[in-house]
């Protein structure tokens, strides 16, 4: 069942690009005999061409223009398949071709034609009287989504973006997610195009995997795994190990089913799934499901509630064992696809083409509790659309929402929706209503911001690097206007500089591709998930070191780490539409705020192998060595949460990311007094002897406030950490909680 890929092969066959005969030259039963036979090996778009000269010779043969619809559904060439049923419903009513109308419904919903659409699905429901069959139970669901187009729910003020090339490309992406290596991973149809423009397809044209490194609108060319096979692979998932991929294998001749492959630079040794049974599967998706490591999958097997369903089962030895459909409200009578579960806010994310929607799939979540999945929940626009929305994958730790759509304004070589592409968009922009399993409370705070910092803390020292003296060579000042990304793009742009005359020209190679451009994606997904965080409410204190090669001054080289340390800051400001300024300003309407705490050590720390010798450029400024000192690091992040109880007790939440255990730290805390009077801090309580605090003696004035210092012991198990320390007071709030919140390592 070669389409449970999800992407279509909509490829003009070669015959057709080989001939360029007339349309005249040929008989309408040739014309017909080779639509039929395109039909047949599921190439729809060549079959709507060869159909087309078919009907240029009879137009109004009505069963021409059935199969012609059904070429251009199957293709995604919404207007015109709406055109060509509508034509076979008005002359045949249903009676031969029964399925006209609700392909008509479908097709005009699809186009985004919500009117025409509206009165379709009526007359399908007066037509369909039993109300227990899947037809009448679509039809119902088709109205409800049209009420959603029509007063669409939203997702925040969620930007889709549209990945542009290499990522994209005229042919299908689909499927996006992030392996262990950190690289994209996707699935593609790569064809070549002709001097006319046409996508050539052959019998040998197969999807494969590919890998793409890089950030947003900065892809390298995606990259093809090598596949033992003559079949379509896609769907790429990670044992929680890393070292297995889980995949799915379609045999040019065969059923779906998901393979596996120990993780390399290729899928070379594949062997089906051991448990699934030989019925079809595809789609998975690994996850670790209250510490058991949980595959989800989608099959059409016995037992399903009718079409693709949504199946789990759970991974033992490198064997699915007890496979079963999902519990819940999830799996309907039409397909359910493309499962992703977030198990910090215990949802999934899915698409249905049977739920109430917009067109075609949508993406919806539904949330699990007590082990059922709960009723779904349509994602909104824009992340939805009247075309197919499927593959949602989220990432947390990157701040990131991906999906796969063949919405208008995708790459086409043959018609606006006809292929898939690959959309991103920041989760941080989503109505938190919209999300669901996600409350401000401390346990929020712990579960699902904690996990994400935590995943982006362990990346940590984020180190970005600058060509020498730079930025503002030869200044004595501290500051400067240019932006990190700025100093990067040009430092880039001197590669050739620093592989001339190098002795080993791969090393300084691999220098700027793992650790430059390593340090300016990680820097993407810092600033993703300061804008996740501090849209939340949460404030955040970073803090930088600025590093230089000792080629200069010990006191010049400090003034150089604080304008490396401030270019970062002005970054900061810069990045997407200067989203994190009114953090930075302090005046943000959440009153979150962004600190950076700068600690610029000059050559301070420099290794003493590194040449200071300006004589010998190649080594003090053009080898890897020197290269390396000249950084920036970001150490750490500390996360602020503010909370009123209803007993009306304020909670100061500071999540720490990693302590190391038995290490003592302090942790200042700022107090402020938002009263008319002074106010006295009267004493504190702690719930272990590891926290403790000196009160000032003096009150905080009015409109003050009083920056108070926790000292934390480190004594502590390994594991997830919360300490809280409780201060009375003699004025509004009668008692402040002081909330330690952290992840206790060796």
């Known amino acids: 069942m070669r389409i449970t890929l999800l992407v279509q092969r909509t490829f003009v066959p070669l015959l057709l690009l080989l001939t360029h005969l007339d349309t005249n030259a040929q008989s309408l039963e040739q014309w017909t005999r080779w639509g039929d036979a395109a039909m047949e090996v599921k190439q729809y778009y060549g079959a709507s061409r060869f159909f087309d000269g078919a009907l240029a010779i009879e137009p109004g043969r009505m069963g021409l223009q059935w199969k012609q619809a059904e070429a251009c559904r199957l293709s995604h060439q919404y207007d015109r398949a709406a055109e060509l049923y509508e034509k076979v419903y008005r002359k045949d009513q249903g009676r031969t071709y029964t399925q006209a109308l609700r392909w008509l419904a479908e097709m005009q919903l699809c186009a985004g034609d919500i009117i025409a659409a509206q009165a379709s699905w009526s007359k399908v429901l007066k037509r369909e009287k039993d109300e227990a069959s899947v037809l009448h139970e679509r039809a119902l669901n088709a109205l409800e989504g049209i009420t959603l187009a029509l007063e669409p729910t939203s997702a925040g003020s969620v930007e889709i973006v549209h990945e542009p ?78 070292q297995r991929m889980l995949f799915t294998y379609c045999p040019v001749n065969g059923t779906c089913r998901i393979h596996v492959s120990p993780v390399g630079d290729g899928l070379l040794d594949p062997v089906p799934l051991e448990g699934l049974g030989d019925a079809m599967s595809t789609q998975p998706m690994i996850v670790d499901w209250n510490d058991r490591e949980m595959l989800l999958f989608v099959s059409d097997r016995a037992d399903g509630k009718g079409g693709t369903d949504i199946w789990q089962a759970r991974l033992e030895s490198g064997r699915a064992v007890e496979v079963h459909p999902l519990n819940g409200k999830v799996n309907t009578a039409g397909n359910e696809r493309s499962p992703w579960f977030v198990p910090s806010t215990s ?31 349509n994602a909104g626009t824009p992340i939805n659309s009247p075309a197919n929305d499927l593959y949602p994958m989220l990432d947390t730790a990157r701040g990131e929402g991906w999906i796969t759509s063949n919405r208008a304004g995708s790459f086409a070589a043959k018609g606006e929706t006809c292929c898939n592409d ?78 001339n005359g190098q002795e080993d020209p791969n090393a300084m190679t691999r220098f700027f591709t793992e650790e430059v451009d390593h ?20 404030s955040v204190t970073i803090d930088v070191r600025g590093h230089a090669s000792p080629l200069a001054r010990n006191d010049y080289n400090i003034d150089l780490s604080k304008r490396r340390i401030q270019s970062l ?81 304020i909670r100061l939440i500071k999540e720490l990311g990693n302590i190391e255990q038995d290490r003592e730290r302090e942790i200042p805390f700022l107090i402020r007094n938002t009263s008319a009077t002074p106010m006295h801090l009267l004493e504190s309580t702690a719930d272990c002897g590891c926290t403790t605090t000196e009160l000032p003696k003096e009150p905080i004035p009015a409109q003050g406030s009083h920056a108070l210092s926790v000292h934390f012991s ?9 300490r809280t320390l409780s201060i009375r007071t003699d004025g509004e709030p009668e008692r402040f909680e002081l909330i330690i919140l952290g992840t206790v390592i060796p």
């Not at 249905?352 to 993406?363: A, F, I, K, T, W």
């Open 165 to 242: 090339a290499p990522l994209n490309s005229f042919d299908s992406e689909f499927g996006a997610r992030y392996g262990p290596d950190g690289t994209l991973y996707f699935a593609g149809l790569h064809g070549a195009v002709n001097g006319s423009g046409e996508v050539e397809d052959t019998m040998h044209y197969r999807t494969r995997i590919h890998r793409s490194s890089g950030v947003s609108g900065n892809w390298s060319a995606p990259e093809p795994l090598e596949v033992v096979g003559d079949g379509d692979v896609a769907n790429p998932t990670w044992t929680l190990d890393g």
């Open 347 to 377: 949802t999934l994310w899915f698409s249905s083409d049977h739920l109430p929607g917009h067109g075609g799939y949508d993406v919806f979540t539904s949330t699990l509790d007590n082990d059922v999945f709960g009723t779904p929940e």
């Open 422 to 499: 690959l959309y991103r968009w920041d989760i941080s922009r989503m109505v938190r209503a919209n999300v669901p399993g996600t409350t401000d409370t401390v346990n929020d705070l712990n579960e699902e911001s904690a996990l994400a910092l935590a995943a982006l803390q362990r990346k940590f020292p984020l180190r970005l690097f600058f060509h020498n003296d730079e930025p503002e060579p030869r200044s004595r000042s501290t500051t400067t206007e240019l932006d990190y990304q700025d100093t990067y793009l040009e430092y880039r742009s001197l590669l050739p500089d620093y592989l």
């Open 519 to 538: 340090g300016m994606a990680l820097l993407g997904e810092l600033t993703r998930a300061l804008i996740t965080t501090l849209d939340a409410g949460r």
């Open 569 to 649: 800051r002005n970054h900061l400001r810069t990045v997407l539409g200067g989203r994190l300024t009114p953090y930075l300003d302090g005046n943000a309407p959440n009153a979150a705020m962004l600190t950076v705490h700068e600690l610029p050590f000059g050559e301070d720390r420099a290794a003493s192998s590194v040449s200071d010798d300006p004589a010998t450029l190649d080594q003090s400024v053009y080898s890897v060595a020197a290269a390396r000192e000249r950084r920036i690091e970001v150490v750490a992040l500390e996360l602020m949460d503010t909370q009123r109880t209803e007993q009306g007790t």
């Open 714 to 722: 480190g004594r502590a198990p390994l594991g997830r950490l919360m």
